[in-house]
């Protein structure tokens, strides 16, 4: 062995690859911290205050003093509005198009996340397939607009035959159920958040019902 192996600080085991891989993900967290944080015209103070972190804390974390950890990332990620693997890996640059990966559930429905960061409104595109209406309830609010096939909402006593171009929002705490209104799948945008979020629809009057968007026919909006 000559004195430059002896020196030589290039991994050579399956074992020193993956650590120098992870130093090497590790240590890119802090500059991509400052880059969002100063591409979005933020201080310190400012992030400080949105995730309870303290700028010490955050100032450590950006110079790569102080280890990043999901407690710190989770927050960050939520006040930056990105995901959590855009903190630890950056995206391939120069390509503008967006990655979808649909998720198939099943029963042969396919549902694909549009929201790719932690936060208040989640948002799908939803491939819905025949199925046996089972009424659920659950903390959040739910708004649905259909873009292909028919779809039979359930709110309690009441149901709806939802078309193309037509949306409903209702409170989840009511029983409800949505599928196909027939053989055929439906293909809809869902948007589902926290109790007291609500989409706005400036096309029509606004509710009297506060559970339950009524606009044209019964729980419907036509855009």
Do not use: C
Request: aromatic share 4%; glycine share 8%; no cysteine.
């Amino acid at each position: 062995m000559n004195a430059t192996d002896a020196t030589d600080p290039a991994p050579h085991g399956p074992h020193d690859v993956a650590d120098a891989e992870l130093k090497q993900l590790i240590d890119g967290i802090g500059p991509r911290l400052r880059a969002l944080r100063r591409d979005r015209g933020l201080t310190l103070e400012a992030v400080a205050a949105t995730t309870g972190l303290s700028v010490s804390t955050l100032s450590r974390l950006e110079s790569g003093k102080r280890r990043p950890t999901l407690d710190l990332l989770v927050p960050l990620a939520r006040a930056h509005r990105v995901a959590l693997d855009q903190l630890v890996a950056a995206p391939a640059s120069g390509d503008p198009r967006v990655h979808l990966e649909p998720l198939r559930k099943g029963h042969g429905n396919i549902v694909v996340p549009l929201t790719r960061y932690p936060g208040r409104v989640q948002v799908f595109k939803q491939v819905l397939a025949p199925r046996e209406p089972k009424l659920v309830t659950h903390e959040g609010y739910e708004w649905l607009y259909v873009l292909a096939g028919e779809l039979r909402l359930i709110l309690g006593e009441r149901e709806f035959t939802l078309r193309p171009g037509e949306a409903a929002e209702f409170d989840t705490r009511e029983p409800h159920w949505f599928g196909p209104a027939n053989t055929t799948a439906a293909e809809v945008l869902h948007l589902f958040g926290p109790r007291g979020d609500q989409a706005v629809v400036r096309t029509g009057p606004s509710a009297p019902d506060p559970r339950t968007t009524v606009t044209g026919a019964a729980a419907v909006s036509r855009t």
